[in-house]
């Protein structure tokens, strides 16, 4: 079975760095794209940037360039989410996604169950 | 960056009736690379169309997409308890890949 499966939901202080993980199984890691999208609360759907993890290939909107930086392990077959220093306006759901199609930027059929982050003092 | 709206923000309907979601790009999206999304309170998004009309795998056959170019529309024929949800837009054919905001369907 295609799984994402994402880590535990996270408290944070602002100022402080965080790395969420994303592990993918049942699959052929390095050969499709891994995107993430934010998802504050009540609110709808953002895309925030897409890594190949064959050759780490990023793309970034450039809503979130510079905020957050993506990466990705094939050994461990885990992508990530890191920040550097959290905001409160970091709070929100985050979630992993896979296209549908190998080696290619595309609509995403397989989801993580999401990993909720709440930055607050 | 292309800018997705789509219309209504939220729709009030019964079951067995038809809903028609619009979806409108700020630029050509292109080759058609529109897909829907339906997200129910608590879950990921889930995908029901890509390529602007072909359904995803599992999706029932009264959910059907339809556009090209700037105009996307998502219908679904006969609402059945479990639709009632929000549903989203995305492009995938220029980066970066944007969600519109979001029609909230509901009861």
């Known amino acids: 079975e295609v799984q994402l499966e994402q880590s535990g939901a996270e408290v944070k202080k602002p100022g402080e760095s965080l790395e969420i993980s994303c592990k993918g199984s049942?699959?052929?890691?390095?050969?499709?794209?891994i995107g993430w999208v934010r998802q504050m609360p009540g609110k709808g759907l953002e895309w925030m940037g897409i890594?190949?993890?064959?050759?780490?290939?990023?793309r970034y909107s450039p809503s979130f360039q510079g905020q957050v930086t993506i990466s990705a392990d094939k050994s461990i077959s885990t992508a990530y989410l890191q920040w550097s220093s959290l905001e409160a306006s970091d709070t929100a759901m985050y979630y992993c996604?896979?296209?549908?199609?190998?080696?290619?930027?595309?609509?995403?059929?397989?989801w993580g169950q999401g990993t909720m982050v709440t930055v607050s003092s | 960056e292309i800018v997705l709206t789509q219309s209504p923000g939220t729709l009030s309907l019964s079951p067995g009736e038809r809903a028609t979601l619009s979806c409108r790009a700020s630029?050509?999206?292109?080759?058609?690379?529109l897909a829907w999304y339906q997200q129910k309170p608590g879950q990921a998004p889930r995908l029901l169309i890509y390529?602007?009309?072909s359904r995803a795998t599992g999706i029932p056959d009264r959910f059907s997409g339809s556009g090209s170019g700037t105009d996307f529309t998502l219908t679904i024929s006969r609402l059945e308890p479990e639709d009632f949800a929000v549903y989203y837009c995305?492009?995938?054919?220029?980066?970066?890949?944007?969600f519109g905001q979001g029609t909230k369907l509901e009861i």
């Open positions: 996604a896979r296209p549908l199609v190998r080696g290619s930027v595309w609509a995403f059929d397989i």
């Open positions: 049942g699959y052929s890691f390095i050969s499709y794209w």
């Open positions: 890594i190949y993890p064959g050759d780490s290939d990023i």
């Open positions: 630029q050509t999206v292109t080759s058609s690379y």
């Open positions: 390529g602007a009309s």
């Open positions: 995305q492009q995938y054919g220029s980066s970066p890949y944007t």
